[in-house]
């Protein structure tokens, strides 16, 4: 009599059976009167002014030596020999870089001041102006003349730096933009020097508004007989401005409203793949079937094998595990392909619902800050060219209009600083939440460094959600050579360069056809730029 063949009582699971596969695998391998009031505000005012410039001075010097270095990261460098010509075209450009970071950083350091006087002090002086002449009091007329003449020399002081800053900028990105013909640097550094050429032509005349500002203040000062041809200067570059600026904003909401319209277009990323994911699905579960059809048949063969015992029983048996072991190993990859699908859908539907966000972000300001703004301060200064004859003593309108224009403007650039002062301190403070997987998260700094941080308005985000979006968006639509990136689906990385089209960084910006177009996000040494041109195509200005 054969012997029979013993089996355990419960049959084991496919978990029980791949635990012991594993195991087999293992061991082989984020007063007094109201006059005197106003006029020691006035004189208040005025020397606030001049000792605010002081300091912007005296902190654009000290900083120096650090902006040049953080922002340019450039020295001279001396090579054995000498070096010749281009060792003297390295200090030029040194020297052209510092100069310009200087002015960068006097720049900003005027900017908070500058917007105080614009949204404060000129509408007061404008109301004052008026009441001045509304009741013939020269003293007060002189005081709010002196203000004015004060707030328009700061006002001119922060325009020209950006003239010069923009101006230089817009060189730099023009040189950047010939040495890269194509791709994403060409595209980032083109766009920028669009934007940087158009402000420093706005600033250009802003400036001469200004002056003309200056002068008209200048000549209520001296009791001059033309101040009211310098009233007439004064309003009309005053509306040229306001109109230029109006215009400026207009096409940009125009713009962000149709990368808007073309984001929205995409279609939702979680609808738009949901066959993939179906798909994958199926295949998980079908992966599951096949592997407990082959456990079956294993018990099948050993229960034939116990009730008619025969010989070549065991082979038998052993072709079953082993074709049961073969449709195991499926179950896994099968898994991680689809939970790894699942995951980029939800992050390819995250960063398209950023995108949108912040589209409307940017029509929200550019709408209030400049559509309507600055068209309310030309239209002041068209009624100070109507009425500059002295019915705007007794018509408060113009002040009025100024004091809108300004509350708007005012209310957009605080709303700006104060985000980006949260963004600042939030890369400091919380550096973990804009990390990536894969990425390794830098230590949290104490909460008074991030406050610290957070306070330098000079200073760009550099490691922000936006970052950290531009970075994801790239992770899913680079190619399969970029690391981190080679497992991602042809559908799914379809739909990011679908994205990235909709955000106006696809081949027409980049001066390529579509095949070189995804040949460079297939180049892990193209990798820095294409970030840098999604997180500038991200912006909401």
Do not use: C
Not at 157 to 182: F, H, I, P, R, W
Not at 197 to 216: L, M, R
Not at 485 to 495: A, H, M, V
Not at 497 to 509: M, N, V, Y
Request: aromatic letters at 4%; charged letters at 25%; glycine letters at 10%.
């Amino acid at each position: 009599m054969s012997t029979p063949v013993h089996r355990t009582p419960t049959r084991p699971s496919v978990a029980t059976l791949t635990s012991v596969q594993q195991r087999r695998e293992g061991s082989r391998a984020g007063s007094p009167s109201g006059n005197s009031a106003e006029h020691a505000l006035l004189r208040l005012q005025s020397s606030a002014g001049n000792r605010a410039a002081t300091a912007a001075v005296q902190r654009a010097r000290s900083a120096t030596t650090e902006q040049a270095a953080g922002s340019t990261g450039t020295t001279t460098e001396q090579t054995p020999g000498g070096g010749g010509a281009a060792d003297g075209a390295r200090q030029t450009k040194s020297y052209r870089e510092r100069i310009q970071a200087l002015l960068d950083r006097f720049k900003k350091n005027l900017e908070p001041a500058d917007n105080a006087v614009k949204g404060g002090q000129t509408p007061t002086n404008a109301a004052l102006t008026h009441q001045a002449g509304a009741t013939a009091d020269g003293a007060l007329a002189h005081n709010a003349a002196s203000s004015g003449t004060s707030a328009a020399g700061w006002n001119l002081l922060t325009e020209a730096s950006g003239v010069v800053v923009n101006t230089m900028d817009t060189y730099k990105n023009v040189k950047s933009a010939k040495e890269n013909e194509t791709g994403a640097k060409h595209h980032t550094a083109n766009r920028k020097a669009k934007v940087k050429g158009t402000d420093a032509g706005i600033g250009a005349v802003s400036s001469g508004s200004y002056s003309a500002a200056i002068a008209k203040e200048a000549t209520k000062l001296q009791g001059a007989a033309n101040a009211a041809t310098a009233a007439e200067a004064s309003g009309a570059l005053s509306a040229v401005t306001g109109l230029a600026k109006g215009a400026r904003a207009a096409v940009r909401v125009k713009g962000a409203a149709s990368k808007y319209k073309e984001l929205k277009n995409l279609g939702d990323a979680e609808e738009v793949n949901a066959d993939l994911l179906t798909r994958m699905d199926r295949e998980v579960r079908l992966a599951k079937f096949r592997t407990d059809e082959a456990r079956a048949e294993v018990y099948a063969r050993l229960d034939a094998a116990e009730a008619h015992p025969h010989e070549g029983w065991q082979t038998g048996v052993d072709a079953a595990f082993a074709n049961f072991e073969k449709e195991l190993r499926k179950i896994r990859p099968a898994e991680e392909k689809y939970n790894r699908a699942v995951k980029e859908t939800a992050d390819l539907h995250q960063a398209q619902e950023y995108a949108k966000k912040k589209q409307l972000y940017k029509m929200g300001k550019e709408t209030m800050g400049g559509v309507v703004g600055e068209p309310a301060k030309a239209a002041a200064g068209v009624l100070t060219l109507v009425t500059a004859t002295g019915a705007m003593a007794s018509n408060p309108a113009g002040w009025i209009l100024a004091a809108i224009g300004a509350g708007f403007v005012l209310g957009t650039t605080g709303y700006k600083a104060g985000r980006a002062a949260n963004k600042r301190y939030k890369e400091k403070r919380h550096p973990d939440r804009y990390t990536l997987e894969g990425e390794t998260a830098e230590d949290a700094a104490p909460r008074t460094e991030s406050l610290s941080h957070a306070l330098k308005f000079w200073k760009k985000v550099s490691k922000g959600k936006r970052q950290a979006m531009a970075r994801r968006i790239y992770g899913l639509a680079a190619g399969p050579d970029v690391p981190g990136s080679g497992s991602t689906t042809p559908e799914l990385r379809q739909s990011a360069r679908d994205l990235l089209i909709a955000l106006k960084a696809g081949p027409t910006q980049h001066n390529l056809n579509l095949k070189d177009w995804s040949d460079t996000l297939n180049d892990p040494t193209k990798k820095d730029g294409w970030i840098a041109e999604i997180a500038e195509q991200l912006a909401s200005g």
